[in-house]
């Protein structure tokens, strides 16, 4: 038996640099054999008509909780199962799921419910490790982050947590709590990703952090300093660092609630396509109808409401995660904040593949990397969903 392919026919392709018209794309194996701007000499492949569709890199959400009324905090594979089998059907091929501010146990009990599902063929978007965001942040950029279990970096909870599991790929952090430096350093030593959030720093703090690997700004603007006075002297926060340091890299949620369109120009213009990378942030509500629901673990989380398109406290004094998904990402930027599409594709794939250090198999349309495709019209409606070569979403018309 030859290898069996599939070739995607009449599509926009849309390359790092550039959009392939009438593009030619061959799979076989999971992987991407062939990117052409001319017919691919392939007989009795399977054949995918994108009939004038874009085609992309699968999506790469980097930071997410939940959807289709599930959270990674409730306590059941199948909560991480249906959320990726939610976000699947707006374009996103791979994610990190992110466990919130917790206890200990609630923490490692999350990590190891995460390996068993990681274990299932899941037909839905792919896992690529853990996000741990919390519990060591600043109390008052909290935000939506339980304040019961809000507390500085203990070595003997920290290292009894990453000895329970080896998902873990990176780990937000508020840098200036005490022993937050020494914590970013030995998780650089395990090669996790030490991230700034949910902080009061200040930018000598920042730029400390950033010397001691904490090289990534979580939802930038979001539970963080700007410019802060204190006795009459004023100071530069989190934001002014993130675009002061050139190697800094950002994320945003760019659900079009979180950040005016203003704010998103601003990032672009600053920090680039090369080092923003869109996140949704979802909770459980991504998918769903509005209404009161529920961040994190579905026994004891924090209530929140679901109005406008967006969380909220039910005091409405603060927005509690989002609700988009990866295919309003891209639309905000490119519709909303006139972003070029070729470069808001990016912030979505490559970019957060290289920030993980995924970039190696996916992120980008090219030879011998894995097939994560993305097929969507003109106005980033998702059409089609390949993760390793196999359709695990087609739209119905």
């Known amino acids: ?38 017919n691919i000499d392939a007989p009795n492949s399977e054949i995918i008509d994108a ?3 874009y085609v992309a890199p699968g999506f790469i959400d980097m930071h997410v909780h939940g959807g289709g009324g599930a959270d990674f905090m409730d306590g059941s594979i199948d909560a991480f199962l249906t959320a990726a089998k939610t976000h699947v059907r707006y374009g996103t091929t791979a994610l990190l799921p992110t466990i919130l501010t917790s206890t200990k146990e609630q923490i490692i009990q999350s990590l190891a419910l995460y390996e068993q599902a990681a274990a299932r063929a899941i037909q839905g978007s792919r896992f690529l490790g853990v996000h741990i965001e919390g519990p060591y942040f600043a109390m008052k950029q909290r935000g939506a982050q339980d304040p019961r279990y809000i507390r500085d970096p203990d070595p003997a909870e920290y290292m009894e947590i990453l ?25 650089r030593e395990r090669n996790i990703l030490p991230s700034i959030a949910h902080t009061d720093a200040l930018y000598a703090d920042v730029l400390k952090a950033f010397d001691n690997g904490y090289t990534l700004v979580t939802h930038l603007y979001s539970a963080m300093s700007g410019v802060t006075r204190r006795n009459a002297y004023r100071y530069g926060g989190v934001i ?67 109005e406008d398109g967006v969380a909220k406290l039910p005091d409405r004094t603060a927005f509690a995660g989002s609700i988009a998904t990866a295919d309003r990402l891209v639309r905000t930027m490119v ?31 090219a030879n011998g990397k ?19 070569g196999d359709i695990v979403y087609k739209h119905e018309t």
Do not use: C
């Open 51 to 53: 009939k004038g569709s």
């Open 163 to 187: 000895a329970s599991s080896s998902s873990i790929k990176r780990w937000s952090i508020a840098p200036e709590r005490a022993g937050a430096i020494a914590f970013g350093r030995m998780l």
């Open 240 to 306: 002014e660092s993130a675009y002061l340091l050139d190697d800094m890299d950002v994320e945003i949620i760019a659900d079009g609630k979180h950040l005016p369109p203003e704010l998103l120009q601003l990032v672009y213009k600053i920090k680039g396509a090369d080092r923003t990378a869109l996140i949704t942030d979802a909770m459980r509500a991504a998918a769903m109808p509005e209404g009161p629901s529920v961040l994190g673990n579905i026994a004891d989380g924090m209530a929140v409401l679901v």
């Open 1 to 38: 038996m030859g290898k069996a392919y599939k070739k995607i026919i009449n599509g926009r392709i849309i390359t790092p640099n550039r959009v392939i018209v009438d593009g030619q794309l061959l799979l076989s194996e999971g992987k991407i054999v062939e990117v052409s701007d001319g």
């Open 370 to 388: 894995d097939a994560d495709v993305v097929l969507f019209n003109d106005d980033i409606e998702i059409r089609l969903t390949l993760v390793n």
């Open 335 to 365: 519709a909303g904040a006139g972003i070029p599409l070729v470069e808001a594709v990016r912030m979505i794939t490559a970019t957060p593949a290289r920030i993980l250090g995924v970039d190696h198999h996916v992120g980008v349309l």
